[in-house]
Structure formats: structure tokens, C-alpha cells
């Protein structure tokens, strides 16, 4: 199962990712919010943020973050600015996984099929530690 480390920004996330690629090089791949279904009801201060983006750091680790969506009731403080993304090679075992770690935790986004093509969900666990689950198809 591949662990990736993804960060949260609240309007940085591109900015951040520059600076990063700047330190490991690779190349920055990112999905704006105008990608999404009804990007046209948000904010015009919230139409360029990102959804998501990645940088390899490493042969076997990528980067990823987002910027929150404070008109969607996020927040950006102290422990939500970090998540443990985990990458199970089945559906199966990621249901497995988000269920078994969710258990006494808080769920943010339950664990189904989304309109990007991922089967994902998001949580903090019992101890306050946030993690994403996320399994795809072509990637498994």
C-alpha cells in the first residue's frame, strides 16, 4: 500500500507547490476548482483555488495538498492541515482500512465513489489524526 503525506492551504497550495518543486524538482500536477461540478456558485475569491495537486518527491512518494473552501465551512487550524493519505490496492481493503481506523473518530467525507473517478473518503480517527483513503482503478 502506498503513503503519501497530503497538506491543506487556505489559497497557498500553488504558491507552496512552486516553492516545493523549486527544492525536489518533478513536475506539479493540479485539478483547479473551476474542474468541479457547480465551480460557478463559489465565491470569485475561491473560483482559482486548488483541488488537488501533486509533486513526486521521491520514487515512491508524492506530495499532495488542496486549498480548504472556506465557503463550503472549512477552516484551516492546527491538525486539519495535514493528512496521512493511504493508497489500498482494493476497493475491498479500503473499505477495510477507513472503516476499522474511522471506528470512534469523525467522519469528513464518507468513503464512495466520486465524481473525479476515485473511490475516497476522508476522517479523523479517534486520536484527532486525519487520513484519506483512496483507491483507484488504473493506479492499483
Known amino acids: ?6 497538506l491543506n492551504f487556505d489559497g497557498q497550495a500553488e504558491e507552496a507547490f512552486s ?10 500536477t493540479a485539478m483547479k476548482t473551476s474542474d468541479v461540478p457547480d465551480a460557478d456558485k463559489f465565491p470569485e475569491e475561491e473560483q482559482n483555488r486548488i483541488m488537488h495537486i501533486s509533486l513526486p518527491i521521491g520514487k515512491d512518494t ?8 472556506p465557503s463550503m465551512g472549512q477552516t484551516l487550524k492546527k491538525g486539519n492541515n ?19 481506523l ?22 479523523s480517527d ?11 482503478d488504473e493506479q492499483a
Open 62 to 69: 508524492i506530495l499532495m495538498a488542496s486549498d480548504i473552501m
Open 126 to 136: 479517534k486520536f484527532g489524526v486525519m487520513w484519506m483513503v483512496n483507491f483507484n
Open 19 to 28: 516553492f516545493y518543486k523549486s527544492v525536489f524538482g518533478g513536475e506539479i
Open 82 to 100: 495535514l493528512y496521512i493519505s493511504l493508497h489500498p490496492e482494493s476497493k475491498e481493503e479500503a473499505d477495510r482500512i477507513f472503516n476499522s
Open 102 to 123: 474511522s471506528e470512534g473518530g469523525e467522519i469528513e467525507m464518507p468513503i464512495e465513489d466520486q465524481f473525479w473517478g476515485d473511490y475516497f473518503g476522508s476522517f
Open 1 to 6: 500500500m502506498k503513503t503519501n503525506p497530503y
